[in-house]
Every structure is written in structure tokens, then in C-alpha cells.
């Protein structure tokens, strides 16, 4: 379902009108409509106003389903790659991309992935 369509469909299904949203958020009405409408793309801290303006966790306008998604869990990095400093940011922002994906498009980037580093340690051994 595309972001627009579900903002609708939860402001409808709470009752509440646009000119609501434009009193929790501050957002204009018209710029309410141009979102709901696939006019204008919002910012990820627009979605968070508007989730919390409905009364809702984020997710909700991301995911269709009625309980919370399932966390992706990284398979255990024998190097110990990610648990500290900038690398265990990035791995967190993958982690938080992944949880998006469905579980065969999950385990084909492992899989590339994991290929890639095979090939780059061969590379690198020789």
C-alpha cells in the first residue's frame, strides 16, 4: 500500500478531518491534502507528526499488518564488525532498512553480500 493511500485511510478510520490534523501537527490543511493526495512527499519528521497525531506508532504507516513487524536479526559477524563506533551505526541504519524488506529479499542481500566478502578476502589473501 502506498504511503498516501494508508495516511488516508487511518485519519478516516480515526475520524478525524484534516483540519484535526492541522491542529495536532501545525501542518496546513492544504499541505495535509497534497500529502494524502501523492502531491508532495513528506519528511520522515512529518510522518512522525502526523503518526503521533493520529496516535500511533510509526510503523503503522509503513506496515499493513496488525502486530508490530518482526525485528531482522543480523546473523553474529565472527569479526566482530558493528558492535562498536561508526560501523555498529551503520550496521543499526541496515538493520532498520531490512526490517522493510520482505524475508526472500532479506536473505538474497545476505547472500550477495556474504559472496562479496568471500571474494573480497580471496582478494585480499593473495
Known amino acids: 500500500m502506498i504511503i498516501t493511500e494508508r495516511l488516508k485511510e487511518i485519519r478516516k478510520s480515526k475520524k ?3 483540519g484535526d490534523i492541522e491542529k495536532r501537527t501545525g501542518l496546513l490543511r492544504c499541505y495535509i491534502s497534497r500529502v494524502e493526495n501523492g502531491h508532495t512527499v513528506p519528511a520522515i519528521e512529518t510522518l512522525e507528526k502526523l ?15 496488525d502486530e508490530k513487524p518482526p525485528v531482522f536479526k543480523m546473523p553474529q559477524s565472527e ?6 563506533g561508526e560501523d555498529a551505526k551503520t550496521l543499526g541504519r541496515f538493520r532498520r532498512l531490512l526490517q522493510r524488506t520482505s524475508p526472500a529479499d532479506q536473505h538474497l542481500l545476505i547472500f550477495m553480500a556474504s559472496k562479496m566478502a568471500q571474494t573480497a578476502s580471496r582478494k585480499k589473501s593473495k
Open 16 to 18: 478525524l478531518s484534516q
Open 51 to 65: 503518526a503521533n497525531a493520529m496516535e500511533i506508532p510509526m510503523y503503522k504507516l509503513f506496515y499493513d499488518g
Open 79 to 84: 569479526t566482530g564488525w558493528g558492535t562498536t
